[in-house]
């Protein structure tokens, strides 16, 4: 656990500046606007440790695979986002010397990532050959106009005496990725024009062998500045624009870059590419800084007031949990529905790939929460639209149906670890569920009773050929898995795979009976499918020991080394000097030893929270929770939401401080490598499930809220079926307003409430 | 399968040459001498697809590792043998033109491996420019002259008029391995001089960044030839002799290339090494190549003197067995302790690394059989001299005492999959049992006494720290493991592994009451590690099955889909055409069958088949035997020594067949990749102790022959404890003639047997 930024309700701010923490700082000032998003790298030149970080949302490469043995059904490449030709640098100096704070002398640091405003503030003074000047950067990548980036700059003299300034502007192709696997450039440039104070480069992927389209993107720079135009340069991989100007004392210069960047994705031709990139420009040129930056305020301005939660009278919290909502929106926010949400977003390389079960699992609740529904339902569009890949996922395993990856860009696996690609199957259903659970918030049944009909009967067919029956026990089970909690391997009978699993086959039958006849026949499922389905639902082996009241893990978990408390409960006997296990441990001790990274039986207890009984609940959460080390950023909210509905109310406070600032905290000491975007959905969800208690019943919004201790209430903003609600928590009650929609009755503590504006 | 030799006792020969085989050819046809070693491609240009492959005895590269995803405890590289500088080739030109066979026209092909002599020869007529040529090749690496190899070509003009030869000689370093991460070069030129008629070339391996040491080669050629030095040439990467002539109508002209090999695993300055090549070079130019073939015919013959096994009446059955001997001695003849056996030897790239748990398991039985005792002694102190690579291992790993790598150059692991290499850790009994098997076989306690109790007693506390302690089941259990079986990964409580890990620890609390006070003295086994040994044999828990009679492969095991016959026994359900299995399915679909790669219960009941009973073996070998596919080269031997003392000859005949064959019929279709080096032990294993049920039972040697229904006879010279003996069963019965040593009493068939001279 670190914390390096200060308590602040609304900003990411610090006022001190330690180079050995610069990564962890980049990872925790990253902005984005779902198109394109960076780290919180400096812009200006920096020779200490530094992770120059720039993504560019559905850009990827296929990277040559890296297993040590190569066998029958592994992916071919490895999907990667390359690091964005950097639009970023500029190059600041001081009477002909560059500014680098890690060899400058410096005051006055401040550091401030301003959720309110998403914007990215810095400023200092440094020392430079005997003058003082305060530097003054802000930055951001527009949520009103998706291809922009601006960065303005103000210098101020506080000598004296004159100071000469130059600034030089870049775009770079130069760049690399750290995970590159053998220091590879991922970008070749096609055309590149430079004038006296704009410029521009095209940019193309490199090649690949593996058939996946190459993209290409084009960026544009201009400048608005009190300097004057000095040189324009270029070279193979670059184009800049050099200014320079005179600082009087105490006259503040200000230097603006504004970039546009359009890629392939959006425009299939260079010609094409090309206009909109002048167009752009041109728009960007147009507008005041003022104008630009007021359209990114009011923009996240309607974002906060659709879905903010406050926190009263804990700050760490609160600071957490808008943490959480702006990075995840910072992500993706449903315009475009063939991006998705990548574990870490645009703040770093670690992970590759830009879709996993998080989204669907995780962020969905959130959004389904948050957004009007066609932002969930275009993550579910997402999936039917890769169904030729998840096929070829099935195919290439021997198996029939769909299976959808572990880590995508386009529907084909591209993750390369066995014991996860072919074995953490679980996420099929959890894709499936997603169907249910949009339908189960919003009531719309559009997308499940056509679409999702699809998605769910090829899953099916998938799981009916990945079971098999054991002649011995007489019911199907499913050998070699890899649960949600990873650090299991190649497992029997994982009880949330097969529960999982058997519920897929249970709700396609369902929905089977009810799609139109058309549908139906296009989806051409026979009489024997449905039989063996059944056959399966009714004979999956579920492992229980009904002696410890709980289901079991997978087999064999009992035979771990467990020690047991006086309520048969686990006891953790972690040394807390060796966590988290996974930088401690070798991977052998890791498997064999009885420690959950994340909710795994308790994920599917979380699913259906209702199905249940509060015994069964509580049984499984006793047994569990002492094992688990929530070493995946996905697991904490989850054990916080369990815990709230069993009361448990301090360890669901203790486990929503965990997710809400997992990163904030550093908790498990790897937010260095980037935020985790996808666990940014668990605090909303402690708090709204967990706190609040909401929950959908037989249609029916319903809460049973209660207050942590520490804090003196809570509000939130719930989007549910056409209504904006908003729900303020305290210790005198809850209080729930209808803000917008139709007249609805809730339950609120197991009581019917009417709401109406 | 795919046969492309001819049958021929002696020889691996063929007429034929097929492009599309010609890497299968290689591998066939390669030849070694413990020292150095080659695959068989031609010396001449060939630009068809070949896989040219040199490699020098304990050189060795750490590559970067290739994993998806690093985690603790993984090895930090991936060991290589690099492809060595090529001393090779020759380009020869006829009329000006280089003989290509991949591009000419030629007749009269035969390519001949003659196992006898241990020569390769080939032949063919070439047609260039309307004339025909014939050239004839032959090669040796001197077993008698470890520095030496030796080729000499033989050119007849078949035509009416002259022609013009010349003929290029190389010494050359710009070679690649195939199993190059990225295109790299593992070796650098130091040095270079070449003179009109010789030359040589001193090179290095690449730096690493693993602080293993680095390997500096220095290659010397001479020649001896009828034509005349015409230029010598060099570049950075390569020294060259050309030299002309002119080939008058059946003149033959001969062109003799001697190259001597010279390393700094024997001389550790650049100036001794430099001294070594140039009085080996001298001393290679002082014989006559008569001389020079006729020390290799010499040390051959001595070799079969001592352990040739012939077969009476299957010439299929008689290639098979020599062409074992052969490729075995020829990869390891125990002269060099710092050597061992790779599993494709000389032979290819595939593997990586020096030495296996393959080395122990399987081969030592043969250098036991066919050796004077320091050459199996020399594989055991190979292994003491590893123990701090062991140390290291297990502390990778967070244990205590040692764990013998998986794969290894220096005792450190350096293989890459964590299912193997933290978990395929039954290799540490098997390596303590190769001291028991010795200490049997030999009568010899020595080594047990002393350098072997500190390797058993360090294994033993691997046990003992990687065993727990199931307190559901009051039992000690193993978790998290890979059995020989590979087709299964991270099993819990493979009976294997069990089973050795429990004989193990009693075997060492044995040895430790035998040991001197001093050497006591040094183990310091304290009394409370004793006591925990022996509770973990007391309560180690063995999966069995009491109804089906079988021990239980591992836990789960039962669960898979498995159809069983009317006796109880599986059914072997896989198609024709998807073997081998894992060219056709995928991992996950092999994982998940209940097929079995290689003997993994009947493994424990080979190395103590007199243990077992008769009723057990047969139970365990009915059960197993269906379900195992023998898609490792070191399974069907020990089935064919199980089926034999089952009297099962058919099945003990047919598996003989594979063992001893494999690589003759390709039987796994991957021969290409170069041979099963390690595997070459099978046909030995088979005759001698399948059907000839050679035993060591209390000291006392024991036989109990049968004669296969397809043989006439076959005999064998076997090397027990100073006595050489000659063996020779036929359908008459069985004679057994003592050689040389002291008299013998031994059984055969049950009965004493006292052997004289």
Chains 1, 2 share one sequence.
């Not at 808008?322 to 977003?345: E, V």
């Not at 097969?498 to 051409?524: G, H, R």
């Not at 006086?566 to 064999?592: F, G, K, M, V, Y």
Request: hydrophobic share 35%.
């Amino acid at each position: 656990m670190k914390r390096i930024f200060e308590i602040d309700p609304w900003k990411v701010v610090t006022h001190e500046f330690n180079p050995e923490d610069k990564r962890l700082q980049e990872s925790m000032t990253s902005i984005g606007n779902e198109y394109m998003g960076m780290r919180g790298m400096f812009e200006e030149q920096y020779s200490g440790d530094t992770h120059q970080g720039i993504y560019l949302g559905g850009v990827w490469y296929p990277d040559k695979t890296r297993v040590g043995w190569w066998k029958n059904g592994y992916p071919k490449y490895f999907g990667k986002v390359p690091n964005a030709i950097d639009f970023v640098s500029v190059d600041i100096k001081i009477d002909g010397e560059s500014i680098d704070l890690a060899k400058d002398k410096f005051s006055d640091f401040e550091l401030c990532l301003d959720m309110k405003r998403g914007v990215l503030d810095r400023s200092f003074v440094v020392e430079k050959n005997g003058h003082r000047i305060k530097v003054e950067s802000e930055r951001f990548v527009s949520v009103a106009f998706k291809e922009l980036y601006a960065n303005k700059l103000t210098f101020t003299n506080l000598s004296n005496d004159d100071v000469q300034v130059e600034v030089t502007s870049f775009i770079n192709a130069d760049v690399y990725n750290e995970d590159s696997n053998y220091g590879e450039q991922f970008w070749t440039v096609l055309d590149k024009q430079v004038a006296s104070d704009h410029g521009k480069l095209v940019g193309e992927t490199a090649p690949n062998n593996f058939g996946t389209p190459q993209f290409t993107t084009e960026m544009a720079m201009t400048h608005v500045t009190d300097l004057q135009p000095a040189q324009a340069e270029e070279t193979d991989k670059h184009v800049a624009n050099r200014f320079s100007g005179t600082l009087t004392p105490n006259s503040p210069a200000t230097f603006e870059k504004r970039v546009v960047v359009v890629t392939s994705r959006d425009y299939d031709t260079r010609e094409a590419l090309d206009a909109a990139a002048d167009k752009l420009l041109s728009k960007a040129q147009e507008s005041s800084y003022a104008d630009l930056v007021k359209a990114q305020e009011d923009e996240w301005a309607a974002r906060w007031e659709k879905s903010d939660i406050t926190i009263d009278g804990d700050d760490a919290a609160q600071q957490g949990i808008r943490f959480n909502l702006f990075q995840l929106f910072s992500t993706y926010y449903g315009n475009d529905a063939r991006l998705n949400i990548g574990p870490k977003g645009f703040t770093g390389e670690k992970y590759g790939g830009a879709t996993y079960w998080d989204t669907e699992a995780f962020c969905l609740p959130v959004y389904l929460g948050t957004s009007k529904k066609e932002v969930p339902r275009n993550l579910l569009m997402y999936r039917y639209n890769q169904l030729d890949g998840a096929y070829h996922n099935a195919q290439e395993q021997g198996l029939k149906g769909a299976l959808y990856p572990m880590v995508t860009f386009n529907g084909i696996e591209c993750h390369n670890e066995w014991e996860i690609t072919f074995e953490e199957i679980h996420r099929n259903s959890d894709i499936a569920y997603a169907i249910y659970n949009y339908t189960k918030m919003t009531g719309d049944e559009s997308y499940v009773l056509n679409e999702g009909s699809k998605v769910l009967v090829e899953i099916a067919r998938f799981w009916a050929d990945r079971v098999h029956f054991s002649k011995r026990n007489g019911q199907y089970m499913i050998h070699g898995v890899t649960g949600a909690d990873e650090y299991e391997n190649n497992v029997d009978n994982n009880w949330y795979t097969n529960f999982m699993a058997q519920w897929e086959l249970k709700y396609t039958l369902e929905i089977l009976d009810k799609v139109s006849a058309d549908q139906a026949a296009k989806l051409n499922v026979s009489a024997d499918e449905k039989a063996k389905w059944q056959d399966i639902v009714d004979k999956m082996y579920l492992p229980e020991d009904k002696e410890l009241g709980i289901f079991v893990q997978h087999d064999g978990f009992l035979d771990k080394e467990i020690t047991l408390d006086d309520h048969n409960n686990p006891i953790n006997e972690i040394p807390a000097d060796e966590l988290p296990i996974n930088q401690h441990w070798s991977w052998d001790h890791i498997l064999r030893s009885p420690y959950i990274k994340q909710a795994d039986v308790l994920q599917a207890m979380w699913y259906f929270m209702d199905e249940f009984t509060e015994e069964q609940k509580k049984r499984n959460f006793d047994f569990y929770e002492p094992l688990t080390v929530h070493e995946s950023s996905l697991s904490a909210s989850i054990y916080a939401i369990m815990a709230a509905d069993l009361r448990y109310q301090e360890k669901s406070v203790e486990l929503y401080e965990r997710t809400a600032r997992l990163d904030l905290d550093n908790y498990n000491n790897d937010t260095v490598d980037g935020l985790h975007i996808t666990a940014m959905s668990g605090g909303w969800l402690a708090i709204v499930q967990g706190f609040a208690g909401m929950r959908v019943v037989d249609g029916q919004l319903q809460f049973k809220p209660f207050v942590p201790e520490a804090w003196n209430g809570y509000h939130f903003r719930l989007n549910f079926r056409g209504r904006l609600l908003n729900v303020a928590v305290d210790k005198t009650g809850t209080k729930i307003e209808l803000l917008s929609g139709d007249d609805l009755t809730i339950k609120v503590d197991g009581k019917d409430v009417k709401l109406s504006k």
